[in-house]
Structures are given as structure tokens and as C-alpha cells.
């Protein structure tokens, strides 16, 4: 309540006060600039009817001035981090990163980042993907920053941290917590359970009211000393966490995107999370189908590698029969599986005797 109202004074005094303020100082100038021209013209006009034609005038000098008030009226909306947001404009955006940036995951999630901080202005945002979802994803120009595959492909399960965005942490108990390391929230972590749980079904975005003791995020905080919660506790508290949307795409959780507080310290509304929603939904399927090029690269990698396997064994068999006399013969190997364990060889031996060696190695 303290907040609405004190959001809501700050509000109608900046803006309707602007408004007030313009129309009183033009009212002020066309009465005083004016009014002596009415008496020269009418002497018998009194000054209620001079006061009722100047406001009369003031109201359409007001009329005619919309176009600028229209370019001042979104500064002071900025102001007051009230600045409405256009939820197709984002998504049509983002539509097109996801086009232009399936091969580059971590500058798709850049701009994902971007776009929630210039549409909802929380103070900061960080994106989190699961290890396993994270080695599957081509590495792109930037790579990892600092993962690497084999190391994602470790994170089987956890949580990694590839982008932050926002302004810098406070000092003090909120002091930067990825001074002690990339950040990880692990797979058996309170956070990683309450994202399964809203990843089900139909996806929901996570609240985090560290302050609640009716909340999940609570525990975390007042976890005793040495308790793993409590390190988990501190990190949301470092990250100044207020919201966690889940990436899902296919019922699977490939990671999520933790919204700091916003700005204007009002909550995250109705309309914020369905956005929210919405834009980690279409980044989602951007990384699934990011892992669906890089799985087609690899496969393409690996046809390649397999007909110049196929082509050694290939020469590797005997490409002439030795002569015997009598007998006509030949030999073929042909592998199931592009390539094969088989082998084979002609022996001419003394005599005009023919040796045959067979190799089975595998399958």
C-alpha cells in the first residue's frame, strides 16, 4: 500500500501536474497578453467574460499542442519506469533474432536479455541452461564465454549461468557472487525443484519472495550455516531474484530466465509473466532447434567421417587374386553398418597352394 501510493503521488503530480502546470501557464499568458486588447475592443467587457473566452482559447491552444505533449509525456513515463510495452513489437522482434541467431545461442540469449530489461526494467537478469542442454548447442562466434562443451557435458543436470545483464550488484551481503566462479544452481538445488514443478503441464513463471515465511524461497534464506540451501539462498539473494521463467520446449526444461526487481519496486503483474511467457516460450524453441542444426552438423561431420572408414577398409582388402591353377575365385566384403570388423586375405603358398585368412572383429 505504501508503495502504491507514494508511486501513485509521485505519478499524478509528474504527469497530470505537468498538464496543470502547462495549461495554467498558458491560461496566465493569453489573460495577461490579451486581456488588455479585449478592454481596448470592449470596454464593457467585464472580466469573468475576458477569463471565460481566454480559457476557452486556452483550451484549444492545449488541443493544438498534443503533438508535443505526445514526445514529453513518454519521457516522464521513462522516468517513472512506467513506459507501456507493445508484447507483439517484443515478440515480432524476437522472432527475427530467432531466425538470424539459431547458430549462436548465446547472442540469441543476449537479446533475449535485452528485450526484458528494455520492456519490464527489472534491475537485472540472468540466463541459466541446463549442462546437457548447453553441450548440445552449436558454440557460435562467442562460444560459452567460460564453459566449454566437455565441461557443460559435466553439468549434467545443473543449472549454468551463460548471460547476465542489468546494473551492478551492491556491495555487502549482495556482493557479486560470481567472483567466486561461473555461477551453477544444481540439479538436487530447491530453485531446480520448484522449476520441474512449474515446467509441467502447461508452463508457469516462479515468484521468489525471500521475505515470506509462507514462501519456498524463504527456507533458503534462513538456513542454518553450512546447509547447502543456504548458499543457494545467498546466490538468488546476490542476484536480487523476483521472478524465474522456465524455457520449455516439448516438456522439457532446457534452463530458465531470473528477473531481478524491477526498478519502479512494484511486482511482477498478470500481463508481465504472460509476456514473459510468451518470449521464453519462442527462445526455447530457438534452442531446441539450435540443437537440432548442431545435431544435423554432427551427423553430417560423422557421414563424412564414415565413407573415408569405408574407403580405407576398402583398400586395405586384397585388390588381386594370387593365381592358381584349377581355380577361379574371388572375395567381397560387404559391412552392414557403412563400416565394418571383417577382413580378409589371399595367402599364395608353396606348392600352388592358396591360404585364406578371416578376421572378425566386431558385430
Request: hydrophobic share 50%; aromatic share 6%; no cysteine.
Given at each position: 500500500i505504501r508503495l502504491i501510493v507514494r508511486r501513485g503521488l509521485q505519478w499524478a503530480l509528474v504527469s497530470r501536474g505537468f498538464l496543470l502546470i502547462e495549461g495554467v501557464?498558458?491560461?496566465a499568458a493569453l489573460f495577461f497578453g490579451m486581456g488588455p486588447a479585449f478592454d481596448a475592443v470592449a470596454p464593457q467587457v467585464g472580466a469573468g467574460a475576458t477569463a471565460l473566452a481566454t480559457a476557452m482559447l486556452t483550451a484549444l491552444v492545449?488541443?493544438?499542442?498534443?503533438?508535443l505533449n505526445r514526445r514529453i509525456m513518454p519521457a516522464i513515463d521513462r522516468r517513472f519506469f512506467r513506459e507501456a510495452y507493445d508484447a507483439r513489437e517484443i515478440l515480432t522482434e524476437l522472432g527475427r533474432a530467432v531466425r538470424s541467431m539459431a547458430g549462436d545461442p548465446i547472442r540469441l540469449l543476449n537479446t533475449l536479455s535485452e528485450k526484458v530489461l528494455n520492456s519490464l526494467h527489472p534491475d537485472r537478469t540472468a540466463v541459466f541452461l541446463r549442462g546437457e542442454e548447453l553441450a548440445a548447442l552449436p558454440a557460435g562466434e562467442g562460444g560459452f564465454g567460460a564453459w566449454s562443451r566437455a565441461a557443460a557435458r559435466e553439468m549434467?543436470?545443473?543449472?549454468?549461468c551463460l548471460v547476465r545483464a542489468g546494473t551492478d550488484p551492491p556491495a555487502g551481503d549482495k556482493a557479486d557472487p560470481e567472483a567466486a566462479g561461473p555461477l551453477v544452481i544444481p540439479k538436487s538445488a530447491v530453485t531446480a525443484e520448484q522449476l520441474l514443478k512449474a515446467s509441467e503441464g502447461e508452463p508457469q513463471a516462479v515468484e521468489v519472495y525471500q521475505d515470506d515465511p509462507r514462501s519456498w524461497a524463504?527456507?533458503?534464506t534462513h538456513a542454518p550455516d553450512g546447509d547447502e540451501r543456504r548458499t543457494e539462498g545467498s546466490l538468488l539473494q546476490a542476484l536480487n531474484a523476483r521472478l524465474l521463467v522456465p524455457l520449455v520446449s516439448k516438456s522439457r526444461l532446457l534452463g530458465f530466465v531470473l528477473l531481478g526487481e524491477k526498478r519502479s519496486e512494484e511486482p511482477y503483474s498478470k500481463e508481465d509473466k504472460e509476456l514473459l511467457l510468451?518470449?521464453?516460450?519462442q527462445a526455447a524453441i530457438a534452442l531446441d532447434y539450435a540443437q537440432l542444426i548442431e545435431s544435423?552438423?554432427?551427423?553430417?561431420?560423422?557421414?563424412?567421417?564414415l565413407e573415408i572408414a569405408t574407403e580405407v577398409q576398402r583398400r586395405l582388402l586384397p585388390a588381386a587374386a594370387p593365381p592358381v591353377p584349377g581355380l577361379d575365385y574371388t572375395g567381397i566384403c560387404r559391412p552392414a553398418r557403412g563400416v565394418g570388423g571383417d577382413y580378409f586375405v589371399f595367402l599364395p603358398l608353396e606348392g600352388g597352394k592358396l591360404g585364406l585368412a578371416l578376421g572378425d572383429i566386431s558385430g
Open positions: 501557464l498558458i491560461f492545449l488541443v493544438g499542442i498534443r503533438q549434467d543436470g545443473n543449472f549454468v524463504h527456507e533458503l510468451a518470449v521464453s516460450q544435423t552438423a554432427e551427423q553430417a561431420v560423422l557421414k563424412r567421417d
